[in-house]
């Protein structure tokens, strides 16, 4: 399982950090990352890693701003997130596929942890 925590209100440009604890599975065999769902709005992968390789992704919209990282010792995934905008208001979860084409393809994801709200308001 998943568990998501560090969400919380923020002014813009402000900055949080979330994370995602991992348990019940090999966290060294996914790729594990944050995807957000704003109301009215499709589902975004925000960002992911791959516990493995390192390799990392970006949505577009947040590169530059987020940066994500992986403590493969304590199973958890961390996500930096900067430079906050109104726009970044959404429930992110964390979830886990296979690996990273996968995860970006947002269709094969194994594991889901609850969400975790972000605001960011003034």
């Known amino acids: 399982q998943l568990q998501a925590s560090g969400g919380g209100l923020v002014q813009p440009g402000g900055s949080l950090r979330l994370s995602c604890a991992a348990s019940?599975?090999?966290?060294?065999?996914?790729?594990i990352g944050w995807v957000r769902q704003a109301p009215g709005k499709e589902r975004e992968g925000v960002s992911c890693i791959s516990s493995s390789d390192g390799s990392t992704y970006f949505a577009n919209s947040v590169k530059g701003r987020f940066t994500i990282s992986s403590d493969n010792a304590k199973n958890t995934v961390y996500l930096q997130m900067n430079s906050l905008k109104p726009e970044d208001t959404a429930v992110y979860y964390c979830?886990?596929?296979?690996?990273?084409?996968?995860?970006?393809?947002?269709?094969?994801?194994?594991?889901w942890g609850q969400g975790t709200q972000v605001t960011v308001s003034s």
């Open positions: 979830a886990a596929a296979p690996d990273i084409l996968a995860w970006i393809g947002g269709q094969s994801f194994d594991y």
């Open positions: 019940g599975f090999a966290f060294g065999d996914y790729t």
